[in-house]
């Protein structure tokens, strides 16, 4: 792994570069290279998401003092989702340093996104155990808060599920209904597969590590099946 070529794009030079590698490792990995001498990036990425919220909530505090609970609450779910995680993951390339099974490697879909998006919070709690919170502090400032304008300029906060809804009782007069179809995997790591219905018919599918955002997929792709986004 090239340290140096990581911390360039986080612009941090960590002190334990240990804590970095295992901002890195998949649990898949440690199936495949027990030897590894290092845990996966499971208890970082808890670390990282409440830091991440930490840091989110007090600029949505002090950027929109007008505000109110609930919209800040939405403007957060917003930035520190899969969806917008896994796509600063993305733009900081962190994809080219992950330690992945044979398997995982091979899946490109959603469940590399998730995988993205908690490498990326694994990383953030790396940083606050190796510099510090002004550290973590510095990298979210840098890497995500400055999303906040266009997330709300642009509605954005507006979540999926809630705007389907909307549609679809103005258009159809249906309230949607979601079903689980599917679930799969061990209980630490379900993926889980959702559909959205009108009535008796399927409108979209959605995967997602939990059911709440598989529903929100299957409302995205409901979206954009009816012409509706």
């Known amino acids: 792994m090239n340290f140096e070529e990581i911390e360039k794009k986080l612009d941090v030079v960590f002190t334990n570069k240990n804590l970095l590698k295992q901002a890195f490792v998949h649990r898949s990995y440690i199936n495949e290279n027990k030897n590894l001498g290092l845990e996966h990036n499971e208890r970082l990425e808890f670390l990282g998401d409440a830091v991440l919220e930490l840091v ?19 403007y957060r779910s917003a930035l520190v989702n899969a969806d917008t995680c896994s796509k600063v993951a993305e733009k900081l390339n962190l994809n080219d340093f992950l330690l992945l099974s044979r398997g995982e490697t091979k899946d ?8 993205l998006a908690n490498t990326l ?5 790396a940083i606050y155990l190796d510099q510090g919170y002004d550290a973590a502090k510095k990298f979210i400032d840098m890497s995500i808060t400055p999303l906040t304008e266009e997330i709300v300029k642009n509605g954005l ?3 999926s599920k809630s705007k389907f809804q909307e549609r679809a009782q103005e258009i159809t007069g249906i309230t949607p209904l979601y ?3 599917k679930e799969v995997g061990p209980d630490h790591d379900k ?11 399927q409108i979209g599918v959605g995967q997602g590590r939990s059911k709440q955002d598989a529903e929100q997929e299957a409302a995205r792709k409901g979206l954009e099946n009816k012409d509706w986004a």
């Open 56 to 74: 989110i909530t007090h600029h949505l505090y002090v950027a929109y003092p007008h505000k109110t609970e609930g919209d800040m609450t939405s």
């Open 108 to 115: 490109t879909g959603r469940a590399r996104q998730y995988i």
């Open 121 to 125: 919070e694994a990383v953030i709690g």
């Open 157 to 159: 906060w507006v979540d």
């Open 179 to 181: 079903k689980t179809l």
């Open 191 to 201: 993926e889980f597969s959702v559909g959205v219905f009108l009535g008796n018919e």
